[in-house]
């Protein structure tokens, strides 16, 4: 009889062994990434971790994932509440929300906005009750980006300002709760919708703004696409009761918004007329003692931030012509008193006097352009009001006024040759419609060149707001009753100046 055969141990092979581990961590971490996180091995959101799988090519999370939250919200047993987690989206005001929501969506359904065939984007969502209640509604391509929750696959980490999407990948993007007048960078926030979406795709955008003028904003920030409508709806909430529904369409086409560059001339809306009608009315009696009246008249102007919302634009610029130095309106009145709704405005000081030049080069966030605004570009002199020993002021006094000279045979020790440049042509190289532009203009006699300039040119469709002081004959502080011979112009001819300007749809107030 043969002896018994031993039968080798396996487990005791330390090759054996090391691959049995092996096995265990690959299972162990296929499961998590399965069951525990419900993640993709898309290379977007988990490059970092270790899947076997290639990754779907689409965004969208599986059915399975709204099942688990129809699960989650069934009613529970009093043992039960006590031991299970509220999740957020079993709460009343989350299933208020989708009802919302709900309701919203089917009226886009019937309109043919939006249908269970599409691709849809929720962006910037609060909470994802908007995603839920278009997965109810049967539309299962849908995902939501947010930077503020992230619940995937329902929900995906992002910024609405550079969103993880190809181009073209949506048919329907849905933004609400105002999310877009919150963004601090809007232009972004629609660039990046309006790339996402396909052509023929529809936008919706909910904002609590109701002026004209901060609606016809965020139609420019849209360029991509056209107005299909625009109606007043009911909010989510009681803080919100009411919301502005916008919806748009995406062109085949792309729409381009018109580069300063490519303007010749603007309409003027109707919603302007109405804001220039609700400014300061102009003084039209010349006054005896224009330094006292047109001081005053300060007290009184109506600044555009202060009627409307300006929130929805790209750029924010102070262009300040004739800026003299920094305490005479840059310092001591633009950034104290204009009302900037809480935007970040870049600062032009256009100042061809020398004096000035080394006070804007210490001061940070100016950008000094040291040159005389004018007509076109060329070599100029300038007659400098100010002796030579002068010193200069801060603030009020004589600042180093510049005077246009006719000809060079005026050139004495007291003028300067400077170099002049196209103003006009200098803000339609640096601003587009988007951009919020506030211009104040002193130039001693200048504009009745500049103005004409800006107008034929259509720049002055590129200004949102002017404070012009007009130079003219006035009666003089030292003498009264006599006037002054420094200009020919009269005090009616700077009244024709500002009602052209009014006209035109330009809000410009009368600076002194």
């Not at 009750?129 to 929900?155: C, F, N, Y």
């Not at 965020?218 to 909430?237: K, M, Q, T, W, Y």
């Not at 002199?381 to 200069?392: A, G």
């Amino acid at each position: 009889m043969d002896p018994p055969s031993i039968r080798p141990n396996l487990l005791k092979n330390p090759i054996v062994r090391f691959f049995s581990v092996g096995v265990l961590i690959f299972l162990f971490r296929f499961a998590y990434l399965l069951t525990l996180r419900g993640d993709s091995c898309n290379g977007s959101y988990s490059s970092a971790d270790f899947c076997f799988f290639s990754a779907p090519q689409h965004p969208f999370p599986s059915d399975n994932a709204i099942v688990s939250i129809h699960r989650s919200s069934r009613p529970h047993s009093a043992t039960e509440k006590s031991t299970v987690h509220r999740h957020p989206w079993t709460s009343k005001d989350f299933r208020n929300s989708v009802r919302y929501f709900s309701s919203l969506f089917q009226d886009l359904i019937s309109e043919r906005f939006l249908s269970p065939n599409s691709t849809a984007l929720c962006v910037q969502t609060l909470t994802g009750s908007d995603v839920v209640a278009l997965r109810e509604l049967g539309v299962h391509r849908v995902v939501g980006l947010s930077s503020k929750v992230s619940s995937k696959p329902l929900i995906l980490p992002g910024n609405a300002h550079l969103q993880p999407f190809p181009n073209n990948t949506f048919d329907f993007e849905f933004s609400g709760n105002a999310e877009l007048d919150r963004s601090i960078l809007p232009f972004d926030f629609a660039s990046e919708i309006g790339r996402t979406l396909k052509p023929g795709g529809f936008i919706v955008v909910h904002t609590k703004t109701k002026d004209l003028y901060s609606f016809d904003s965020i139609l420019d920030l849209f360029s991509c696409c056209r107005l299909v409508r625009a109606s007043e709806i009911a909010g989510p909430n009681p803080s919100l009761p009411s919301i502005r529904e916008i919806v748009l369409m995406k062109e085949i086409e792309p729409v381009h918004v018109r580069k300063g560059n490519a303007l010749s001339s603007c309409s003027v809306p109707e919603h302007k007329r109405e804001l220039i009608n609700n400014a300061e009315p102009l003084i039209e009696k010349e006054p005896l003692k224009p330094w006292v009246t047109l001081k005053r008249n300060l007290n009184k102007f109506r600044y555009l931030p202060s009627m409307v919302d300006i929130s929805f634009k790209q750029r924010y610029a102070y262009v300040d012509v004739g800026a003299r130095s920094y305490g005479s309106s840059i310092g001591s009145w633009f950034r104290k008193q204009y009302p900037k709704q809480n935007k970040s405005f870049e600062v032009y000081a256009i100042e061809a006097d020398k004096a000035f030049h080394e006070e804007y080069r210490l001061k940070k966030k100016i950008t000094l352009l040291p040159y005389a605004a004018w007509v076109r570009n060329e070599t100029l002199f300038f007659e400098i009001n100010r002796e030579p020993t002068e010193k200069i002021e801060e603030k009020g006094g004589r600042m180093g006024r510049i005077q246009q000279v006719q000809s060079s045979i005026y050139f004495t020790s007291n003028v300067d040759r400077i170099q002049g440049f196209d103003f006009a042509n200098w803000l339609k190289d640096t601003f587009s419609e988007r951009d919020f532009v506030v211009i104040k203009m002193d130039v001693e006699g200048t504009e009745f060149h500049l103005i004409p300039r800006l107008i034929e040119t259509g720049a002055i469709c590129l200004i949102d707001e002017m404070f012009l002081e007009c130079h003219y004959n006035r009666y003089q502080k030292c003498c009264p009753g006599v006037r002054s011979t420094k200009y020919q112009e009269t005090y009616a001819h700077c009244l024709h100046l500002f009602d052209s300007l009014r006209e035109r749809g330009l809000l410009v107030h009368q600076w002194w």
